[in-house]
Structures are given as C-alpha cells and as structure tokens.
C-alpha cells in the first residue's frame, strides 16, 4: 500500500503496483548509466595526465630523443584507456601505463583498479538477462463480443497499434491490421467469445533476473609439519611446523588475530600475534604460523597438545598439532 499526501491536507491510500519488467528494465538503465559516469571519471583522469604532460613533447622540451619517444609512448597508451578491454574499472595493475620516473600506479588512479573498485568482477554486468517475447501492452477492458468474422466491435481501442497481436486468457486470437475507435479488424479469426478483458501484446524485449554471485567467502585453518598436512610432530624429528590460514572467496588483504596455546602449557615466542593474508589471482588466501618446539623458544619434551586459533568475524577457526615422542 501507499500513500499520497494531498495539498488540503487529506491522505489517500492507494494499492502499489509491482511492475517487474520495468524493475528489471530500470536495473539495466541504473548499470548502464553508472558505467556511463565512470568512462567519464576515466576519460577526466585520462585527460588531466595529459595536459600535464603535453610540455614533454614541445619543441621546446628539454629531453633527448629517447627520453621524449618515452613520453610519448606513455601518453599513447594513456590517451587509449578508455578503449581499453578492461574499461573503465577492471584494469589489472600491469594494465595501467607508468609515466616515466613512476614506479608505482598513482594513488588517484587506484579507483580504476579491478582490485580496488570491484575484485570479484560483479560489477561487470547488470545481472538481468534481455530476450524477445510477447509483451503486455495493455487491455481493451468490459468486452462482451463473440468473434466470429474479422472484425471486433469494443467500446475503447485506445493504446492499441496495428500489428499487436490479440488474447483472451493466454490464448491468442489474431494480429490487428485496422483500427477505428470503436472496432479492430484482424487478419484472420476464429469464432471466440471474450467475457472480459482483451489483452493485446507486441513482440519487444523480455527482462529476466540472473543468478548474480556472491563471495561465499569460507575460513579454515590446518596444520603442516615438514610441508606435509598432518597433525601430528615428532620430537627429535620435527623442530618446527607450521598452522596454516587458509580462507576462499578473499577479495582483499586482510589481517586476523591469532593464539597459539598447549597443553601441558608451553611458552612459545608467538603465542599471540596478528597474522596478515594476501588473496592470489583465484581470491584464495593462505598464510603461515611458523612455531618452534626445539631452541631458543622452548623445547618441548614430553607429548603435549598445541592448538592454532584465529578470529574471523566473531567466530574462531581452530586447528592443533599433536606432540609425540616417537
């Protein structure tokens, strides 16, 4: 329900009416209109770099040959940006062109980078899927008629075009060819009586939803004792392992405070810590802990129980490596 506030300060409720094809439509408008504004961020950025550097390729420039044709390359290969594949915010950082002297893509230009404004790639389409189809246009309502010729005799033919096709109750009746205000004339017909509303339809494109992703993303933690998943270490044999992070679906670096603990108690030198992970090309993170059980730290030498735990949005991931002596 809705409600309208009138000027004489009355309220009026209405019924809403949810149109999803013009939900969906307007969804591609809003994608396509937010594309739109960042080719022109880009194109801005684009040009503002190169009025700053139109010096370098004066006649009056004070570089080399060589030093210049590097400008110019740069310049080249900033002035193509926005026709670039990976336009306007999915560029790769070895993508983006390096001025000479630069080492480093410019913090103003990060909004650019697939990394920065949209990891995963969601942001590459609109997620509703265009198709043809019949469309509603509308309907001739109150209709008391029974078709049996090629002409349809209504009280009202506004908003109906030669060429739609017309329906009464999914089933379809015939294509208008004329149209008078009071009647249509059909290409051809069988004999339908219509108690109600005649729809009328034109081909035109079909919005529909697509599955749209998201980062599932999913934490874990194991155990690595000489490279090799497993939990258990043996003393003598093993002066070192490793508690392994391992989290999916990672779109940026992120930082997550660990403990480390034992049972009978051990002091280790990073019992407590924060431990950094750096998603690769597949958004998948793993770090390593290392811990020690034989040197400066401590050695261990009787069995003991080590457990890993790091904290991920409120929740804990735990894993544990136990001690042995054989």
Same mark, same amino acid.
């Given at each position: 329900?809705?409600?309208?506030?009138?000027?004489?300060?009355? +309220?009026?409720?209405?019924?809403?009416? /949810?149109?999803?094809?013009?939900?969906?439509?307007?969804?591609?408008?809003?994608?396509?209109?937010?594309?739109?504004?960042?080719?022109?961020?880009? %194109?801005? /950025?684009?040009?503002?770099?190169?009025?700053?550097?139109?010096? $370098?390729?004066?006649?009056?420039?004070?570089?080399?040959?060589?030093?210049?044709?590097?400008?110019?390359?740069?310049?080249?290969? *900033?002035?193509?940006?926005?026709?670039? =594949?990976?336009?306007?915010?999915?560029? +790769?950082?070895?993508?983006?062109?390096?001025?000479? &002297?630069?080492?480093?893509?410019?913090?103003?230009?990060? %909004?650019?980078?697939?990394?920065? =404004?949209?990891?995963?790639?969601?942001?590459?389409?609109?997620?509703?899927?265009?198709?043809?189809? *019949?469309?509603?246009?509308?309907?001739? $309502?109150?209709?008391?008629? %029974?078709?049996?010729?090629?002409?349809?005799?209504?009280?009202?033919?506004?908003?109906?075009?030669? #060429?739609?096709?017309?329906?009464?109750? #999914?089933?379809?009746?015939?294509?208008?060819? &004329?149209?008078?205000?009071?009647?249509?004339?059909? =290409?051809?017909?069988?004999?339908?009586?219509?108690?109600?509303?005649?729809?009328?339809?034109? +081909?035109?494109?079909?919005?529909?939803?697509?599955? %749209?992703?998201?980062?599932?993303?999913?934490?874990? =933690?194991?155990?690595?004792?000489?490279?090799?998943? $497993?939990?258990?270490?043996?003393?003598?044999?093993?002066?070192?392992?490793?508690?392994?992070?391992?989290?999916?679906?990672?779109?940026?670096?992120?930082? /997550?405070?660990? +403990?480390?603990?034992?049972?009978?108690?051990?002091?280790?030198?990073?019992?407590?810590?924060?431990?950094?992970?750096?998603?690769?090309?597949?958004?998948?993170? $793993?770090?390593?802990?290392?811990?020690?059980?034989? #040197?400066?730290?401590?050695?261990?030498?009787?069995?003991?129980?080590?457990?890993?735990?790091?904290?991920? /949005?409120?929740?804990?991931?735990?894993?544990?490596?136990?001690?042995?002596?054989?």
């Amino acid at each position: 329900m809705g409600k309208v506030f009138k000027v004489d300060g009355t +309220e009026e409720w209405f019924e809403e009416v /949810y149109d999803e094809q013009e939900q969906l439509k307007n969804a591609v408008y809003s994608f396509e209109r937010n594309i739109s504004v960042w080719y022109d961020d880009l %194109r801005g /950025y684009r040009n503002a770099q190169l009025a700053a550097s139109d010096w $370098t390729q004066g006649e009056d420039s004070p570089f080399a040959s060589d030093k210049k044709a590097l400008w110019q390359s740069y310049r080249t290969k *900033m002035r193509d940006l926005p026709n670039h =594949a990976k336009a306007p915010i999915w560029f +790769e950082t070895s993508d983006w062109p390096l001025a000479p &002297g630069e080492s480093s893509i410019p913090d103003a230009a990060v %909004r650019f980078l697939k990394s920065n =404004a949209d990891p995963i790639g969601i942001g590459t389409t609109s997620w509703v899927g265009i198709t043809t189809g *019949m469309v509603k246009k509308g309907s001739i $309502t109150d209709c008391v008629v %029974r078709i049996g010729t090629d002409t349809v005799g209504v009280a009202d033919t506004s908003g109906v075009e030669v #060429g739609d096709t017309l329906k009464t109750e #999914g089933v379809t009746i015939s294509i208008v060819t &004329g149209i008078t205000t009071t009647s249509v004339s059909l =290409a051809s017909s069988s004999t339908v009586e219509v108690v109600g509303d005649l729809d009328y339809f034109r +081909e035109g494109n079909v919005y529909f939803k697509q599955t %749209r992703p998201c980062a599932q993303i999913t934490f874990d =933690a194991n155990s690595k004792v000489g490279g090799i998943s $497993t939990d258990i270490a043996v003393i003598g044999t093993h002066n070192t392992f490793d508690f392994e992070v391992n989290i999916t679906d990672m779109a940026n670096t992120d930082s /997550y405070e660990y +403990e480390i603990s034992s049972s009978p108690e051990h002091s280790f030198i990073n019992n407590k810590g924060v431990v950094s992970v750096v998603p690769d090309s597949n958004f998948v993170g $793993t770090a390593l802990v290392p811990v020690s059980i034989s #040197g400066a730290a401590g050695t261990v030498t009787s069995p003991t129980n080590i457990e890993f735990s790091y904290t991920a /949005y409120g929740k804990q991931y735990k894993t544990f490596v136990g001690v042995v002596t054989t």
